[in-house]
């Protein structure tokens, strides 16, 4: 493999005629962040007293590229950091030009150094009448925003983010420039062209081009494994797919961003590959180096198909997107209601699930009803998971082993099968841990709030799917307000008697028999009633939950029978119970009451 490797100022890159390419990354570097660390290492380099012979060369990186068949130059990597030297030589021209006056002295200079900043820019064909830009911009993002920059002409088309960035990229700089010691700021602008320096690397091939990328990369220089897998695929590719490989990354990428996940690619690459190919936990710094393995290689068989590969990866960040939509849903998801309770159990970032439902194969994964199956019965395992606070890590663990069994399972009863198998057993096992602590479980052990508010709105609607009565979207019991029945704030701190101290009641108001959900107007009216050493409060208490349409609310009060022989009078009479006193012992007694409904709705089912 042969390869030319120069380490070149920027004064001399005018050698150069260089293209990125539209299947390139666009511009990305971020002006408060890529840029500025650009300009100020550069600045902190710079010595205002030292003449420039006695400068050091500052080394800002390498760029490789490779020769095109009209004689220019593809760049392959380092287009971030080309993209930024040309914004800012367009910042250093337009300030130069500001200042050139020929009536002042040392004006020649002012020239010489802006006709060195142009050559660097473009060249003039005296035939054509037209100037050539030494960079150019192919992607779809950049449209001709450069061309416009670099040849001075206005730019009226649309902006995309990438233009946005190199706009905040040369006013960032544009910024840099005007504070810099204008006593300086010539020898500052010649300390740029001809101090700085990079690397140029010209392989002969742009196999050879995507190589050297991939090892330079491979060893730290802050690209992600979704980066290097990219590259990967291009490498292993024809390059007539490069365009297609282009448009399949991008829709990744926007599917990603249509989940609120697009500043996490790494989730979505490590559970494809723990659903789909890996065998176990495989951790992000881990990712590339397993995937460009013996093992990786032969497993997911990029080689051979890499464009078969991209496109899998494409259509598993459909799935992903969906999934992660449903899972952080504030209501239900018409598809996978199921997916959106996960959702309201785990964090706002819970996702291990969805290394399973990756897992499935196309048949079971395009059958809704299969999908729902295994989500529902999912729901059930991370409840008692979040019940009995087991550590993610440890059902990140699970689900990743499951995984590849999950994933050669192609029919409903073989998922079913799965389903008692594996989650089965597993719900068996953490029930046995959440009935020695459910008489214990506060509303701090289940916070935040609107896993508490999950955890009542859940056990409503099955009251009424078993009463044959309307239930509500969780966007409903999301805007109730949780009660206290022992209030939070007795009237000047009075408690009764029952409790031995303060301590005593906070335990007692926190456990979730003491809790429930009411109506905003009607919770208004229960925080008038804190007079808990009366002998009427809770009877004053009742006589606002009898007004609330939560039947779990209702029957704290009483129970009223609805017709004869109906689903509501048959199932309020075994599971719910009125209360006519309110102390310690019925606490507990509620306590029980929700705890043996829950184990009727967190339950494996196939």
């Known amino acids: 493999m042969e390869i030319k490797a120069d380490v070149k100022p920027i004064g001399e890159l ?18 408060e962040e890529h840029v500025a660390q650009f300009f100020e290492d550069i600045e902190n380099e710079f010595s205002e007293i030292k003449p420039m012979n006695e400068q050091s060369s500052y080394f800002i990186g390498s760029i490789i590229i490779v020769k095109r068949p009209d004689g220019d130059f593809d760049v392959i990597d380092g287009q971030q950091r ?12 337009e300030y130069l030009k500001n200042k050139i006056d020929s009536s002042f002295p040392g004006t020649k200079r002012l020239e010489e150094i802006k006709k060195k900043i142009d050559e660097l820019l473009y060249s003039y064909d005296l035939e054509t009448g037209r100037s050539r830009p030494r960079l150019k911009l192919q992607y779809e ?59 140029v690397i010209i392989p002969e091939n742009i196999g050879s081009a995507l190589k050297i990328f991939e090892t330079i990369n491979q060893r730290g220089s802050g690209l992600t494994p979704m980066d290097l897998l990219k590259n990967l695929i291009f490498k292993e590719s024809n390059q007539q797919d490069f365009a297609k490989i282009k448009s399949i990354w991008k829709e990744i990428i ?66 992903y997107r969906d999934f992660v939509n449903a899972t952080i849903a504030s209501t239900e998801d018409p598809d996978n209601p199921s997916l959106t309770y996960i959702g309201h159990i785990g964090k706002s970032t819970f996702r291990q699930h969805i290394i399973l439902l990756l897992a499935l194969n196309a048949r079971l994964i395009n059958n809704k009803a299969a999908v729902e199956l295994l989500c529902k019965n999912l729901e059930v395992l991370v409840f008692y998971y979040t019940m009995t606070r087991e550590q993610t890590k440890i059902f990140e663990s699970r689900f990743s082993s499951w995984a590849k069994e ?19 057993i597993e719900v068996e096992n953490k029930q046995i841990s959440f009935n020695q602590i459910c008489n214990t479980i506060r509303e701090f052990d289940i916070k935040p709030l609107y896993r508490v508010k999950y955890f009542y709105g859940r056990i409503e609607n099955y009251i009424r799917l078993m009463s044959n009565l309307p239930v509500y979207p969780m966007s409903h019991y999301k805007s109730l307000q949780i009660e206290h029945i022992f209030p939070q704030t007795p009237d000047e701190g009075n408690i009764p008697e029952q409790f031995s101290n303060e ?9 979730l028999g003491n809790l429930t959900l009411v109506e905003s107007s009607i919770n208004q009216a229960l925080n008038k ?22 039947k779990l609310t209702q029957t704290i009060a009483k129970i ?27 606490v507990k007694n509620r306590q029980d009451l929700l705890f043996n409904l829950a184990k009727q709705i967190w339950n494996v089912s196939v």
């Open 560 to 586: 009223e029978k609805i017709g004869v022989n109906t689903a509501w009078n048959s199932f309020s009479e075994k599971n719910l119970q009125c209360f006519t006193v309110w102390n310690k012992d019925e």
């Open 503 to 511: 301590d005593d009641y906070e335990y007692c108001l926190h456990l």
């Open 406 to 424: 999950l994933r050669n399972i192609d029919t409903l009863d073989g998922l079913k099968d799965f389903i008692k198998s594996k989650i089965g």
């Open 254 to 319: 926007l599917n990603l961003e249509r989940c609120g996940e697009v500043d996490k690619p790494l989730r979505f690459l490590r559970y494809f590959l723990m659903a789909k190919y890996y065998n176990g936990v495989l951790r992000e710094d881990e990712i590339y180096k397993w995937i460009i393995s013996d093992e990786g290689k032969k497993a997911i068989n990029y080689q051979d198909n890499p464009l078969r590969f991209a496109e899998e990866l494409k259509e598993n960040s459909v799935y």
């Open 82 to 93: 080309l993209t930024t030297i040309v914004l800012t030589l367009c910042a250093f021209r």
């Open 14 to 31: 005018l050698k150069f005629y260089f293209t990125i390419p539209d299947y390139q990354r666009e511009y990305v570097w971020k002006s």
């Open 529 to 550: 009633v804190n007079k808990i050493t009366e002998n009427d409060w809770f009877d004053k208490k009742k006589e606002e939950y009898c007004k609330s349409d939560i």
């Open 141 to 199: 993002e950049a449209k001709n925003y450069m061309d416009c920059l670099i040849e001075e002409t206005d730019y009226n088309g649309e902006t995309t983010n990438s233009i946005n960035k190199m706009k905040e990229a040369y006013d960032r700089i544009t910024s840099y420039i005007a504070n810099i010691n204008k006593n300086h700021l010539l020898d500052f602008i010649i300390y740029f062209l001809i101090k700085v320096e990079m690397v």
